[in-house]
Nanobody, 115 residues
Framework: QVQLVESGGGSVQAGGSLRLSCAAS????????MGWFRQAPGKQRELVAA???????NYADSVKGRFTISRDNAKNTMALQMNSLKPEDTAVYYC?????????WGQGTQVTVSS
């Protein structure tokens, strides 16, 4: 059972930046994919970005060029650098990790972007 703990959420004005971090309870070498989902009020949860164990990253079209995902296998952490934030980025952000067909979720961290 992998435990994931997010940190770094908060409130920021439009155009600002935030950095989210996700700490895993064990080595992330075996975690094939790690990523971030988000869910805004009244909307479905959506994938924001994902990164493989080899470092290949994918992004939702809505965040391309503004968000950067990274992982540090030595520190068992993953991060999401969010720049040029927009009010529509407001959501609860969840860290996820996949291993052998099972997905683990963090508890979520709130990001609020004001105009």
């Amino acid at each position: 059972q992998v435990q994931l703990v997010e940190s770094g959420g908060g409130s920021v004005q439009a155009g600002g930046s935030l950095r989210l971090s996700c700490a895993a309870s064990e080595s992330i070498f075996s975690l094939n994919v790690m990523g971030w989902f988000r869910q805004a009020p009244g909307k479905q949860r959506e994938l924001v970005a994902a990164i493989t164990s080899g470092g290949s990253a994918n992004y939702a079209d809505s965040v391309k060029g503004r968000f950067t995902i990274s992982r540090d296998n030595a520190k068992n952490t993953m991060a999401l650098q969010m720049n040029s934030l927009k009010p529509e980025d407001t959501a609860v952000y969840y860290c996820i990790a996949d291993r052998t067909g099972r997905r683990y979720w963090g508890q979520g961290t709130q990001v609020t972007v004001s105009s």
